[in-house]
C-alpha cells in the first residue's frame, strides 16, 4: 500500500512568510503528527492530530498550527517565517488507537525540507 | 519528563566491522516502548524495532541485534559486519503507551567506509 505522502519536498521562503505543508497518511490511519528536525534541536514533536481533533502539542510558537481534514490527510502552517523555521518537517502516521493503548507505530514520510532566507 | 541520549554523534568503521550505537533513556512511566530508527539521506525514518517496556529479551534480525537493559536503562543497537549501505543516522527513541509522542535521542551517523 502507498506509504506516508509529503507536499512540497523542497520550498524555499523569504522571513515574513507563510508556509503550508501538506501529509496524507497510509489509508485507514487516522493520526497524523508532525515532528521538526534540525542540527541544532534535532527531531521535536510539533503536533499530533486524530480524528480532526488535535490531541498533542508539542512547545512550538502559535506560528506553528495545523489542521486534520475528514480524509485523515493533515496540513502544517507556519506563519511570519523566521530563519530559524529552515528544518526538515516529518510527518508520520498511524492507526491512532483512542481507547487502546498506543504501540507506537509510526509511519514516516520523507519530509518537507523548508528553507527560510 | 522524557529523554533520550545518544552520547555518540558520529561512528566511523570499515566495512565487515561491527559497531555498536548507545541509548540511554529516562522516564517515569512503566509502561512505554522503545524504538531504533535509520534515517538515510532521503531523509525518511525507516523503523527498524520497537520494543515494549517488559520485554527485555534481546532480539536478533539478520545484522541487528538489539540489547535492552532495564536495570540500566539501555537500549543498545549493534550492526554486524557492517556494510557501506548501513551508513545513515540512526535515532533512538522513546513513547509512553498512552502518548502519541515520540522522543528522539540525538542521533548516531554512521559512516562505513568500503
Known amino acids: 500500500k502507498a506509504g506516508v505522502t509529503q507536499t512540497p519536498r523542497y520550498l524555499i521562503k523569504t522571513r515574513g512568510q507563510q508556509v503550508t505543508l501538506s501529509c496524507s497518511p497510509i489509508s485507514g490511519h487516522r493520526s497524523v503528527s508532525w515532528y521538526q528536525q534540525t542540527p541544532g534541536q534535532g527531531l521535536q514533536f510539533l503536533f499530533e492530530?486524530?480524528?480532526?481533533?488535535?490531541?498533542n502539542k508539542g512547545n512550538f510558537p502559535g506560528r506553528f498550527s495545523g489542521r486534520q481534514f475528514s480524509n485523515s490527510r493533515s496540513e502544517m502552517n507556519v506563519s511570519t517565517l523566521e530563519l530559524g523555521d529552515s528544518a526538515l518537517y516529518l510527518c508520520a502516521s498511524s492507526l491512532g488507537g483512542g481507547p487502546v493503548p498506543n504501540t507506537g507505530e509510526l509511519f514516516f514520510g520523507e519530509g518537507s525540507r523548508l528553507t527560510v532566507l | 519528563a522524557q529523554k533520550v541520549t545518544q552520547a555518540q554523534t558520529e561512528i566511523s568503521v570499515v566495512e565487515k566491522e561491527d559497531v555498536t550505537l548507545d541509548c540511554v533513556y529516562e522516564t517515569r512511566d512503566t509502561t512505554y516502548y522503545l524504538f531504533w530508527y535509520k534515517q538515510p539521506p532521503s531523509g525518511e525514518l525507516v523503523f527498524l524495532i520497537r520494543?515494549?517496556?517488559?520485554?527485555?529479551q534481546n532480539e536478533i534480525s539478520g545484522r541487528y541485534s538489539w540489547n535492552f537493559q532495564k536495570s540500566t536503562s539501555s537500549f543498545n543497537f549493534t550492526i554486524t559486519a557492517s556494510q557501506v549501505v548501513d551508513s545513515a543516522v540512526y535515532f533512538c527513541a522513546l513513547i509512553k503507551a498512552a502518548g502519541n509522542k515520540l522522543t528522539f535521542g540525538g542521533g548516531t551517523r554512521v559512516l562505513v567506509k568500503p
Open positions: 520494543r515494549n517496556s517488559f520485554d527485555e
Open positions: 492530530y486524530f480524528s480532526e481533533t488535535q490531541r
